[in-house]
């Protein structure tokens, strides 16, 4: 009866923080979300003569990702930062120009220090 009990009031105490914890995973998972979004968005627009781009993604008076992409020798980083109420995720991405050109975006063709 004792051991009934106790698992009772372990299961009581312990769905509330589950709760909470599957509630903060999914915040961050919106916030990674719209950060991928802002990287997708950075490598569709690779500045074609400057060196460093950076834009913020907004909607429906929402900020939803911060980006910034810039040239660097043989390729480009882009930072994306993502952000969902309170949450905010920041990816950062390398990728050379030959990879780009392989899956198949449009990079510019001069203005690539080392060519």
């Known amino acids: 009866m004792k051991l009934l009990s106790v698992l009772i009031l372990l299961l009581v105490y312990s769905s509330p923080y589950t709760f909470a914890?599957?509630?903060?995973?999914q915040d961050i998972d919106l916030a990674y979300q719209n950060a991928k979004k802002g990287i997708y968005w950075?490598?569709?627009?690779?500045?074609?003569?400057?060196?460093?781009?950076?834009?913020?993604?907004i909607a429906e008076d929402k900020?939803?990702?911060?980006?910034?992409?810039?040239?660097?020798?043989y390729g480009v980083k882009v930072v994306s930062i993502g952000f969902y109420l309170t949450n905010d995720v920041e990816i950062t991405i390398y990728k050379s120009y030959e990879s780009l050109k392989a899956e198949g975006y449009n990079v510019p063709t001069t203005g690539w220090e080392g060519e």
């Open 63 to 73: 900020l939803y990702s911060s980006v910034k992409v810039f040239k660097e020798v």
């Open 42 to 57: 950075g490598l569709a627009n690779i500045p074609g003569k400057k060196a460093k781009l950076e834009n913020d993604l």
């Open 21 to 25: 914890q599957n509630k903060t995973e």
